[in-house]
């Protein structure tokens, strides 16, 4: 089975800063591998997504991930963060049995 | 609102009591999950159909948890004689089978349960 490791467990920056989140997973096979994004009182929301080609990919809101498969990681980025990207973000992988593991999750928090 | 719906939003229950959530995935979709999420962690797999039929259950899965989709469409997540420890917030999924790089999976807002 594979598992994901997020290496934060909390950030705090400011407004205008860079965020870069780390994740890893260990899993031999070929995967999909997702961020996920659940703000304050809402639910999940699908970030971005790799399943193949480019491995950078761009996702909503100014986001992108890199996916590297010799070092297992896919560490999401975003070159200027806002006081509205305060959430927390979940790293996922799935493998050919099609559920999804997650990591522990990231919270971010971004000061005015 | 075409996502993936889930009510109650919000349970209290006596422990030993029994409560059944329930799940409407997005129109088509043919595969339907469901995870438990706890504070400070992230979502775990508990179970997961395709069509009606429940293909993989995970071994947080106990006894007292049973999960239905009768007719391959809503989908119910019961537990019964509620322990505190079944406290947590219980997510409902779902995707449509379009090949394994098609698979992209939607999330609910979440089904909260507090056993007191």
């Known amino acids: 089975a594979q598992s994901v490791s997020q290496h934060n467990h909390h950030v705090i920056l400011s407004e205008a800063a860079s965020l870069e989140l780390g994740c890893n997973y260990s899993?031999?096979?070929?995967?999909?591998l997702f961020w996920y994004v659940q703000y304050p009182g809402q639910h999940l929301q699908l970030l971005l997504k790799?399943?193949?080609?480019?491995?950078l990919v761009k996702g909503i809101k100014g986001f992108e991930a890199e996916f590297i498969k010799s070092k297992f990681s896919f560490n999401l980025r975003k070159p200027s963060v806002q006081w509205s990207d305060t959430a927390e973000y979940f790293c996922?992988?799935?493998?050919?049995?099609?559920?999804?593991?997650f990591g522990a999750g990231t919270t971010v928090t971004v000061r005015a | 609102d075409t996502g993936v719906s889930q009510n109650p939003r919000h349970k209290i229950t006596k422990r030993g009591q029994n409560v059944t959530f329930r799940c409407d995935p997005i129109?088509?979709?043919?595969?339907l999950y469901w995870y438990r999420q706890t504070l400070g962690q992230g979502p775990e797999f508990l179970t997961y159909f395709q069509n009606e039929a429940q293909l993989e259950k995970s071994r947080l899965l106990s006894d007292r948890f049973s999960a239905e989709r009768p007719k391959g469409s809503f989908s119910t997540l019961e537990i019964q004689r509620t322990e505190q420890g079944d406290s947590a917030m219980y997510l409902c999924?779902?995707?449509?089978?379009?090949?394994?790089?098609?698979?992209?999976?939607?999330f609910g807002e979440g089904s909260w349960l507090t056993v007191v």
């Open positions: 129109s088509e979709h043919n595969r």
């Open positions: 999924a779902s995707s449509l089978d379009a090949g394994f790089e098609g698979n992209t999976i939607y």
């Open positions: 790799y399943f193949s080609g480019d491995p």
């Open positions: 899993y031999g096979g070929t995967v999909n």
């Open positions: 996922a992988v799935n493998a050919r049995d099609y559920k999804l593991s």
